[in-house]
């Protein structure tokens, strides 16, 4: 199982800004790192009006936004409970250490 190291605290008390610090000195001694970063709010990927939105709006389970750079995978719970800690995990690429911050 991948090592979890979970970072929480107040809003504005440096939480990011400790996983963003944290992310080059572990990349530096070979780790591989995944974050998962935990809100109460909703939130969206692209702004309201882009295709990925509209996809998700019309009835999408799941809608990959992919470049030669990147992809993210946004998942509609539509209802259905927020998946458990394990859960997240395992949706991720193999990873030395996750970190979470929330």
């Known amino acids: 199982m ?7 605290g107040r809003s504005g008390s440096g939480k990011t800004t400790l996983i ?3 992310l080059p ?6 780790l591989k790192v995944s ?8 939130f969206e990927m ?3 009006g882009k295709d990925s939105a509209r996809f998700r709006r019309a009835g999408a ?3 990959m936004v992919a470049s030669p750079f990147r992809y993210a995978i946004v998942h ?3 209802g259905a409970s927020e998946p458990s800690l394990a859960e997240q995990v395992a949706r991720l690429a193999p ?6 911050e929330g």
Not at 35 to 42: A, C, F, L, Y
């Open 76 to 78: 509609e719970l539509r």
């Open 61 to 63: 389970q799941e809608v």
């Open 46 to 48: 692209e702004p309201p």
């Open 95 to 100: 990873a030395d250490l996750v970190l979470v």
């Open 20 to 22: 963003e610090a944290m």
């Open 25 to 30: 000195l572990l990349g530096a001694r070979g």
């Open 2 to 8: 991948t090592p979890v190291f979970g970072i929480a």
């Open 35 to 42: 974050v998962i970063k935990h809100s109460h709010h909703d």
